[in-house]
């Protein structure tokens, strides 16, 4: 079964940088979009940013101008390059896939970020 690994969290002070990586444990199974969420202490998960295939993108507009996501789909492999953070930005980090042929989605253990004023 496909699991996601995550990787690059961590604290960081008030405008600095973090980038995010999310590797699908099989390189070979067909994904249709990835896409990073996050949910913060008391809070709904909500969509950060997400990415098809074929290279479409949508953003939350939080991380409209900061945040720039990317995937290598050889690796099927998802970044988040985020920049200029904020402490809000401070939550649990989840990676998602949506996987081809009805197989359903999966869910990243999640990574950590905060970010100090």
């Known amino acids: 079964q496909v699991q996601l690994v995550e990787s690059g969290g961590g604290l960081v002070q008030s405008g600095g940088s973090l980038r995010l990586s999310c590797a699908a444990s099989d390189r070979f199974i067909s994904i249709v979009a990835m896409g990073w969420y996050r949910q913060a202490p008391g809070k709904l998960r909500e969509l950060v940013a997400s990415?098809?295939?074929?290279?479409?993108?949508n953003y939350a507009d939080s991380a409209k101008g900061r945040f720039t996501i990317s995937r290598d789909n050889a690796k099927n492999t998802v970044y988040l390059q985020m920049n200029s953070l904020k402490p809000e930005d401070t939550a649990v980090y989840y990676c998602?896939?949506?996987?081809?042929?009805?197989?359903?989605?999966?869910w990243g253990q999640g990574t950590q970020v905060t970010v100090s004023s």
């Open positions: 998602n896939a949506q996987l081809n042929y009805g197989m359903g989605s999966k």
């Open positions: 990415i098809t295939t074929g290279g479409g993108t």
